[in-house]
């Protein structure tokens, strides 16, 4: 099974300032890495797939990059709907896996 | 526009089971792949099972493998989960989503439903 990675686990970021979340794969995944928003009391959306692409709807400044074991979220600048918790998951190889979680907390 | 319902949640006893269903709209059911995933309280995701459109591939997590089966029933569009030899480590919120194919990610989330293993 593939270990997903995340870091840091909390991100204590101001609104406005850059957001930057780390996925390590135990092995390469190419470019099948998704990352996902999950609010408070609300089901995980889907942000970015195929390590890079922003699903429908899904505002300019997130952006995904990375490919094979290395991955990141950006988010440009923050505003108070993107504080919440980000997984990413690889959908390369069975099981598909996520990571553990990074939380967004206002700093 | 895509409408996921998850359904079949509630309090069941330790060794007992429960079986969820995940009424789908919105778009043509029989096209897409789907998936089960969970969400124990106050903790991460956790992906359970994935079936094909015509429900002739499988898989499962091996925390569940033998315990839970996945179905779908394309004419109801709807996907079940039966979870059989429940335990208190499964009392999760379960969320069905559509996949977009083989290697997709998971497009779309229903809202969840409580399963609560306790005696």
């Known amino acids: ?32 890495l998704a990352w996902y928003q ?13 390590a890079s692409t922003r699903a429908t709807g899904i505002p300019a400044r997130f952006s995904g990059s990375g490919s094979g074991t290395e991955f990141t979220l950006t988010i440009s600048s923050l505003q108070s709907e993107d504080f919440a918790v980000y997984y990413c998951q690889q959908y390369n190889n069975w099981p598909r896996t996520f990571g553990q979680g990074t939380k967004v907390e206002i700093k | 526009q895509v409408h996921l319902v998850e359904s079949g ?82 009392t999760a919120v379960y969320y069905c989503a559509r996949v977009g194919g083989y290697s997709s990610p998971l497009g779309y989330w229903g809202q969840g439903t409580l399963v609560t293993v306790s005696s």
Request: glycine fraction near 10%; proline fraction near 5%.
């Open chain 1, 38 to 50: 999950q609010r408070p009391g609300q089901a995980p959306r889907l942000l970015i797939y195929g």
């Open chain 2, 9 to 90: 949640g509630g309090l069941v006893k330790p060794g007992g089971s429960l079986r969820l269903s995940c009424a789908a709209s919105g778009f043509t059911f029989s096209d897409y792949y789907m998936s089960w995933i969970r969400q124990a309280p106050g903790k991460g995701l956790e992906w359970l099972s994935y079936i094909s459109s015509s429900g002739t591939t499988i898989y499962y997590a091996d925390s569940v493998k033998g315990r839970f089966t996945i179905s779908r029933d394309n004419a109801k569009n709807s996907l079940y989960l039966q979870m059989n030899s429940l335990r208190a480590e499964d």
């Open chain 1, 1 to 32: 099974e593939i270990v997903m990675t995340q870091s840091p686990a909390t991100l204590s970021v101001s609104p406005g300032e850059r957001a930057t979340l780390s996925c390590r794969a135990s092995e390469s995944v190419s470019s099948n």
